[in-house]
């Protein structure tokens, strides 16, 4: 092959990789635009709320379509000409026309029902949302009485393709409209339609109407990251920036995004940490740093060099977020507040210094002996004790790698879990190894907590560990190093097949490796070692118990979409299952997460006890638990408020062990 023969087809070869590239980047932004722009899909989400913007947005849309097509047939842009004929087709146009103004007005109905007579908790009212729904209102209104005379006095054959002006027409006939006033009302009205149509277009950057624009374009250029992946600081040791302490270093997608918000509050009315009374909301979050974005880089009323922290907020302020992420599964606009919490925490913990006391004493913990609880490295493997795990060193492989976790290592309730999993594996006869000393902290506490270094360095050492060793795929007990090695190691080179222990326990079970009793409907508690606290006596709680209600960790479910296998795992052990009214992606946090477990809180104000109630609501006797996090909060708030002896929390392999009696 001549060398010019091998450059074109390299040159192709490019090409093509780059067009595919290409398409791989924009398919999901096509995709977006059809299900979230055009679809109104999460809009949808909320009935009534969804019901009144999908038909204002599509009444809209096919208002200024049908008009834009209207203005091209009278020929007044030439060359561009649409010549409809006024045959069948023009009936359609005038059917759909009327149907798209009727929903507009419908729509304004049911908002200004919502806003004015409803009046939902989260949702504010400013000027702007009256004008634009009064604007809406008298833009479709006049339309239609335009038509209306139009209709009462020419009367043509097809009148009733345009129902709802027809019915205007039969109502002015019937008040008596004068007719001989028809052409002098008719041209005062079609200016007033024009002049209120202009008014709305201009005031669109001005009002929150600019959600028309911003919000669109913000669900097209968000980052494409796993819901559960934060952005890397690239390059940490030489960068200047390190996190964010001015409004200017927001990202312009950032900045974007402030002004796509369209204070709708769902964020608001799903958020743990506002539900619990705290003096904290994502919507409020937003709107003050969109508020700091327009003083300090467009109207200059403050610098924009204005530190946020000292003018905004207060430093406790974004360490009320558990970075639960129920506030961004929810935002119509895509809008995720947790980026800019976590870029705040990092400036506070890499920049200025200035950080709650229970932030730096965990930090110090992480940086001194390498986990969040601050204990001696050398009593990793102490909870294996007795139970033969197997420590794989360099160059030797197994099946399933088991990375144990700080949680499971360090803290003795959860130290328990992992015997307790890992006597299931051992009865499943799964190939399975741990690291042993060699495991560090994944990182994930401090990068929730705004330390990146911590975070790239621990992630680099256990890479550079897994490196070593063979296996085919890592198993986690902890949603948080689940989520971290899946979403968050590809950034720093680390690629691996991470499951959650409930995934590899559904697949053993369905697999026929695993047997679980059931039928009784009865769960001995504290029938093994694994349900026992410190010092109790398995006399004391061995007992049965029928209810248990499985609590989704925010990490597990809302950020990886795993659901159904602690589920089922539970329905397979016998137990009788019973659902909190929160569930699912709609679950509510514990307050463990985003560092919560390691922050000092009011009494009044802790989510886990808000959560607990929801247990208690459908009497639960056990709340299932599949996250060490979720596991501590639960045992918290059970103990501060002394109700051991009426509910218990226990992890779902805690659960699965009693049952198999291992
Ligand atoms: S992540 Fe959770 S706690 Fe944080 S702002 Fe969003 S809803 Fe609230
Ligand atoms: S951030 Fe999103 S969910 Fe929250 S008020 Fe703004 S648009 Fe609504």
Redesign the pocket.
Same mark, same amino acid.
């Not at 799903?270 to 506002?274: G, L, Q």
């Not at 977020?321 to 506030?327: E, I, Y």
């Given at each position: 092959m001549s060398a010019d023969a091998v450059a074109s087809r390299q040159s192709s070869v490019v090409s093509r990789l780059t067009f595919r590239e290409w398409l791989v980047r924009t398919m999901p932004r096509v995709g977006d635009f059809f299900v979230h722009i055009l679809g109104q899909v999460r809009i949808l989400k909320k009935l009534y709320p969804g019901v009144m913007h999908f038909m204002i947005f599509w009444g809209v849309m096919i208002q200024v379509i049908g008009t834009i097509i209207n203005i091209l047939n009278m020929a007044l842009f030439l060359p561009w000409v649409i010549t409809a004929p006024r045959n069948g087709w023009y009936l359609g146009y005038e059917l759909v026309m009327d149907i798209a103004g009727a929903m507009i007005l419908l729509g304004v109905l049911m908002a200004a029902f919502r806003r004015y007579v409803l009046r939902p908790k989260t949702l504010e009212t400013h000027w702007d949302d009256t004008v634009a729904l009064v604007l809406l209102f008298l833009i479709a209104f006049v339309g239609f009485t335009n038509e209306g005379i139009r209709l009462m006095v020419t009367r043509p054959a097809w009148a009733a393709w345009s129902p709802v002006g027809n019915w205007t027409a039969s109502i002015m006939t019937a008040t008596g409209f004068p007719v001989q006033e028809a052409a002098a009302w008719h041209d005062a009205l079609v200016y007033t339609h024009v002049i209120l149509a202009l008014l709305l277009v201009g005031l669109v950057p001005f009002t929150k109407m600019r959600h028309l624009v911003n919000t669109p374009l913000n669900i097209l250029v968000r980052p494409r990251r796993e819901t559960g992946e934060l952005a890397k600081i690239e390059d940490i040791e030489t960068t200047e920036i390190l996190g964010v302490g001015k409004v200017a270093e927001f990202t312009s997608q950032q900045l974007l995004s402030f002004d796509a918000c369209l204070r709708c509050g769902r @964020?608001e009315e $799903? @958020? =743990? $940490?506002?539900f619990s009374g705290m003096k904290y909301s =994502?919507k409020e979050l937003v709107q003050m740093l969109r508020k700091t974005m327009v003083s300090g880089l467009m109207t200059g009323e403050t610098k924009p060099d204005a530190e946020i922290m000292s003018s905004v907020m207060s430093d406790e302020y974004p360490w009320q @977020?558990?970075? @639960?992420? $129920?506030?961004i599964i929810k935002c119509p606009a895509f809008i995720n =507040?947790?980026d800019e919490?976590v870029d705040l925490r990092r400036y506070q913990l890499l920049t200025s210094g200035k950080m709650p006391k229970s932030v730096g004493d965990t930090m110090r913990n992480m940086e001194r002996q390498g986990n969040p609880w601050g204990m001696p490295p050398e009593n990793r493997m102490a909870w294996a004790e007795g139970l033969n795990v197997r420590e794989l060193a360099p160059c030797q492989e197994t099946d399933v790698l088991f990375f144990t976790g700080c949680a499971a290592a360090f803290d003795e309730r959860n130290k328990k879990v992992a015997r307790a999993f890992v006597k299931i594996m051992q009865k499943a006869g799964v190939d399975f190894a741990v690291l042993g000393f060699d495991e560090t902290c994944c990182g994930e506490t401090a990068r929730r907590m705004g330390h990146e270094y911590i975070f790239q360095e621990f992630a680099k050492q256990n890479i550079e560990t897994f490196g070593k060793v063979k296996f085919e795929r890592i198993v986690t007990a902890c949603p948080h190093c689940f989520n971290t090695l899946k979403n968050e190691y590809p950034q720093m080179g680390g690629n691996y097949e991470v499951l959650h222990y409930s995934e590899l326990l559904d697949e053993l079970v369905k697999a026929g490796k695993l047997q679980l009793a059931v039928g009784s409907g009865q769960l001995a508690v504290g029938s093994g070692e694994s349900a026992l606290r410190e010092g109790e006596e398995p006399s004391t709680v061995h007992r049965s118990l029928s209810t248990v209600t499985y609590h989704d960790s925010c990490y597990l479910g809302r950020y990886n979409d795993i659901y159904a296998e602690p589920r089922i795992l539970l329905d397979k052990a016998g137990v009788n299952r019973v659902e909190m009214a929160r569930k699912g992606e709609n679950s509510f946090?514990c307050g463990g997460g985003g560092g919560g477990m390691w922050l000092e809180t009011d009494a009044n104000t802790r989510i886990n006890h808000r959560r607990l109630k929801d247990a208690l609501d459908v009497k639960a006797e056990v709340v299932a638990t599949a996250c060490p996090y979720c596991l501590l909060m639960f045992d918290d708030a059970i103990r501060s408020k002394g109700i051991g002896e009426q509910i218990k929390v226990m992890d779902i392999a805690e659960v699965l062990a009693a049952q198999m009696e291992v």
């Open positions: @964020c $799903a @958020c =743990p $940490a506002n =994502p @977020c558990t970075t @639960c992420g $129920a506030c =507040p947790v919490i946090c």
